[in-house]
């Protein structure tokens, strides 16, 4: 097995360094800055309110996703960088959410 | 880079990759735990305050949004400087890694704004839980911001001095990695503090 093939490496279908083009990131660009305007034109809308938190997460998710995979490459990257990289942040987004339900949720249910 | 320019420049490791890169990387997921960990203590701490001022009477949501895309065009800024290096223009690395540069140290100034004015409107580190968890999580990004700026700085010099070329481009995709994570990292705040209240 080459140390390519050990490695996990994509394909360099993106010409230089496997890296995406001029073009890939100003689309990238332009749909980051798409997102930010819909988060900020919901944030400003009273009939979204009560679905404001899934959308603005929803938002978000996808804009850090764009990121990580095209500006910082993890797409066209070896697949041991996402997992370097994803494996603690999963457990980060387990500690907020575990701190989240424990000093938030459950002191709800708690008898007086 | 792909392996095999990585092996062209670099002597062969047991996954192939440069080690550079990949305790960056390393390095990179550490920083998500200690953001994290900010990020809870300001979520569960949130709407706890017994005296003001609170979110709703403080945030600048229309300030904060302008912060929010120059941030993200310093980030396609720095993608476009790394495809520069890689292809050797001199010219588009200056010009790129300037902007970059300009464009964070744009945004450490609207922080630096905003944190002015919520101090002269009461909130101070101290005043309630709101403050001292608000300013410790956007603090320390701007502090990471600000390490970044100086960093592109030196790569800019660098540049200017014609010591950056395909090469060395590796110095420059790592400096982008820090930079881009910096922008991550204030994409989740700038929904979690000021959009989601």
């Given at each position: 097995m080459s140390a390519e093939a050990a490695g996990g490496a994509r394909p360099a279908a993106h010409g230089a360094e496997g890296h995406p083009g001029y073009k890939t990131y100003l689309l990238v660009a332009a749909v980051l800055g798409i997102i930010t305007a819909a988060e900020v034109a919901v944030f400003y809308i009273p009939a979204l309110a009560a679905a404001l938190v899934p959308i603005l997460l929803t938002l978000s998710t996808g804009k850090f996703i764009l990121v990580v995979m095209f500006y910082m490459h993890l797409k066209f990257d070896s697949r041991i960088f996402t997992g370097v990289f994803v494996a603690p942040l999963l457990l980060a987004m387990a500690v907020v959410v575990s701190l989240i339900i424990l000093f938030r949720v459950l002191p709800a249910y708690s008898p007086p | 880079m792909s392996s095999a320019a990585a092996h062209a420049e670099h002597p062969p490791t047991a996954t192939g990759l440069q080690t550079l890169k990949l305790g960056f990387w390393t390095f990179l997921g550490s920083e998500t735990l200690f953001f994290g960990s900010l990020i809870s203590t300001y979520m569960v701490y949130k709407?706890?305050?017994?005296?003001?001022?609170?979110t709703h009477e403080i945030l600048n949501i229309p300030l904060t949004s302008i912060s929010t895309l120059v941030l993200l065009t310093s980030s396609l800024m720095m993608v476009l400087a790394l495809a520069a290096v890689q292809r050797g223009e001199r010219r588009g690395a200056v010009i790129w890694l300037l902007s970059t540069a300009a464009l964070g140290s744009l945004f450490l100034s609207f922080q630096a704004y905003e944190f002015t004015s919520f101090y002269h409107e009461g909130?101070?580190?101290?005043?309630?839980l709101f403050g001292s968890s608000f300013f410790v999580l956007t603090g320390f990004h701007g502090a990471h911001v600000t390490i970044g700026v100086f960093w592109l700085l030196v790569l800019w010099v660098q540049a200017v001095r014609g010591r950056l070329g395909p090469a060395n481009a590796l110095a420059v995709e790592v400096a982008g990695l820090y930079w881009h994570f910096v922008d991550i990292v204030w994409i989740v705040i700038f929904t979690l503090v000021y959009l989601i209240q």
């Open positions: - | 709407r706890r305050s017994v005296t003001g001022p609170t909130l101070t580190l101290s005043v309630n």
